[in-house]
């Protein structure tokens, strides 16, 4: 990456702007060095600069070290040819300072070159949303998602920032690790970070917040456990690795770990809860709009309870994979057991809410409408309490690192994609657009990107988890595509169509196990939605339409649905069947081109 402009502070002395945040080193070029004695070649790099000084500002990070090289030139130094860059090393920023002392530096635009870095991981992913004002902006989306996932993947982890810690924090991981998934082909990440977190584990079964994690403690929650929403990391990103590879070796091989940690959580809640709901926190909603005095009490327990349960569907799913009967009925029977008490616990049948505090009703809402937690027959009122709770707050969020996760795709499943889209094209205070507006190249880590007393320590302007949910969704959402069984063998095609808002075409494609995935589509006066299955696949795509009676659906100019019933004969369409989504078309392997 070329820097686009100098400015120079003093002899010898200069500051550089590249045009994105990225991750990676700076070289130096040998021409730009002038040498008549031994002398040193400072760099410091940051994410902004430094108001009082006008040079890189690194004194937001706990050391000022941790983003400076130091380039010592012996006397008698003879240049290289190549670019003087260091190893072993590695920064997030923009900005670069350099300054030379005993030895001269020229400070041309020309003499330094921002060399990226990230562990190589291939892209597997690919979204386009058109060219409209609406689809410009969530391309814009797309990009800071995907180089904050590469920014965060450094150092052959999944870390929380490439700054101020370079972590491999879990809850970071967990809640960005189905977004990676579609971009990037993470398979070798995730099992080398699944097993650091397993070299990790304690002999009683517990795990840190981060790994690898050394001689901090990271244990830190009631009963000595951390917080489930981090170290649920470990079952749940074991059961997307199924999910989207059909991977199984390291459940299999990995498993009484695996289970130990789960049953510690059980025999723990049991004797510190009195209950068979475990929901250990220390840090909960992170990065909420809400002050964290308030979002850390007021959504910890609840948000450690959802993880939980999630994290026993997971394991009652993999043990029927890996054939325990025993162990997928145990754990099917505790899923139903802290369903139960999870509503007895968190939720008012009567108001149908799960806190009455409005700051945090987004994330408490979209949690256990994504675990399948809110009773059916108390859903539309869930559902439309959390619309209001949206129109409240003007189409803005509220959520932090958990609920950013979930609320997009929970309000897209439940028939507010509308409102889904409003919030994530929203341009002010807190939304993303605010972050394109102040000219984000990449996720920040709050909302304002600045230094705020109520959410310390200094935020990072690379952070990635409150991007998670926003790449998904674009996905599994607005472009429709998902697994439906491992590895892709069953893949839906779903696309969510708003005419009030949104981009007016999608294009997308997935490098799966199976082959390449694609789907696209096109509002205009017709709605045509093209696919394409690689062999040996099937799948379900969705056509969206509320008049299924009313409405004609062809397959490539041939009926295939009218007068609200299925038109058999069109070759690789077995069915169709109207559901409230709209016209269900299960289909086989190959190009198809439906359209109404």
């Given at each position: 990456i070329k820097p686009i402009n100098v400015t120079k502070l003093g002899e010898g002395h200069f500051v550089y702007m590249f045009p994105e945040n990225f991750v990676g080193v700076v070289g130096v070029s040998p021409a730009a060095l002038t040498f008549s004695s031994g002398g040193n070649l400072t760099l410091k790099h940051g994410e902004l600069l430094d108001n009082s000084t006008g040079g890189a500002d690194v004194t937001q990070w706990r050391q000022t070290r941790f983003n400076t090289d130091i380039h010592i030139f012996p006397q008698g130094f003879k240049p290289l040819t190549g670019s003087i860059e260091p190893v072993f090393a590695w920064h997030g920023f923009q900005y670069c300072e350099v300054q030379a002392s005993g030895i001269s530096f020229n400070g041309d635009l020309d003499a330094i070159t921002g060399l990226v870095i990230h562990t190589s991981v291939e892209q597997t992913g690919f979204l386009n949303f058109g060219s409209s004002a609406d689809g410009t902006m969530l391309n814009a989306l797309q990009s800071i998602v995907t180089k904050g996932q590469l920014s965060n993947l450094a150092a052959y982890i999944p870390t929380d920032c490439p700054t101020r810690e370079k972590h491999g924090w879990l809850g970071d991981a967990q809640v960005t690790a189905e977004e990676a998934l579609y971009n990037f082909d993470m398979a070798a990440v995730y099992l080398n970070f699944l097993q650091l977190i397993l070299d990790d584990q304690s002999p009683q079964g517990r795990l840190a917040g981060a790994v690898p994690s050394g001689s901090k403690n990271l244990f830190q929650g009631k009963g000595g456990e951390t917080d489930i929403s981090w170290t649920a990391a470990l079952p749940l990103i074991t059961g997307w690795m199924y999910k989207y590879y059909g991977e199984t070796r390291f459940a299999a091989r990995n498993w009484n770990q695996i289970i130990l940690y789960m049953e510690d959580l059980h025999q723990t809640a049991i004797s510190e809860e009195g209950s068979q709901l475990a929901c250990f926190f220390t840090w909960g909603d992170w990065c909420a709009v809400a002050p964290r005095s308030e979002a850390t009490p007021?959504?910890?327990?609840?948000?450690?309870?959802?993880?939980?349960?999630?994290?026993?569907?997971?394991?009652?799913?993999?043990?029927?994979?890996?054939?325990?009967?025993?162990?997928?009925?145990?754990?099917?029977?505790?899923?139903?057991?802290?369903?139960?008490?999870?509503?007895?616990?968190?939720?008012?049948?009567?108001?149908?809410?799960?806190?009455?505090?409005?700051?945090?009703?987004?994330?408490?809402?979209?949690?256990?409408?994504?675990?399948?937690?809110?009773?059916?027959?108390?859903?539309?009122?869930?559902?439309?309490?959390?619309?209001?709770?949206?129109?409240?707050?003007?189409?803005?969020?509220t959520v932090g690192s958990v609920g950013a996760k979930h609320l997009l795709p929970q309000l897209s499943r439940h028939g507010l994609h509308t409102s889904a889209m409003q919030i994530a094209l929203q341009k002010t205070y807190p939304s993303y657009g605010h972050w394109l507006a102040l000219g984000a190249t990449t996720c920040w880590e709050n909302y304002h990107g600045y230094p705020d007393p109520s959410h310390p320590p200094w935020p990072t302007h690379n952070h990635i988890f409150l991007c998670g949910g926003l790449g998904e969704w674009m996905y599994r959402s607005v472009a429709g595509i998902q697994p439906l069984s491992a590895g892709y063998d069953v893949i839906g095609l779903a696309p969510q169509v708003s005419k009030s808002i949104g981009p007016i075409e999608t294009t997308a494609s997935i490098i799966s196990m199976r082959g390449v995935v694609k789907v696209s589509w096109q509002l205009g006066i017709q709605l045509e939605i093209n696919a394409l299955l690689p062999p040996t696949t099937q799948g379900i795509l969705t056509f969206p339409t509320n008049m299924t009676e009313s409405i004609m659906i062809t397959e490539s100019g041939q009926k295939v649905w009218a007068d609200g019933k299925f038109i058999s004969g069109v070759t690789g369409v077995s069915n169709g069947v109207a559901t409230k989504e709209g016209v269900h078309f299960y289909i086989t392997s190959g190009n198809f081109s439906f359209s109404s």
């Open positions: 007021g959504t910890g327990a609840q948000l450690a309870a959802f993880n939980y349960i999630l994290s026993l569907d997971t394991i009652a799913e993999l043990a029927g994979v890996l054939g325990n009967t025993d162990t997928m009925q145990t754990y099917s029977q505790r899923a139903a057991v802290a369903r139960h008490l999870f509503l007895a616990k968190f939720y008012n049948n009567v108001t149908h809410k799960f806190t009455s505090d409005a700051m945090l009703l987004q994330t408490l809402t979209s949690t256990p409408l994504a675990a399948n937690i809110v009773p059916e027959d108390d859903i539309p009122a869930v559902v439309a309490d959390l619309r209001s709770n949206i129109v409240q707050n003007s189409y803005h969020f």
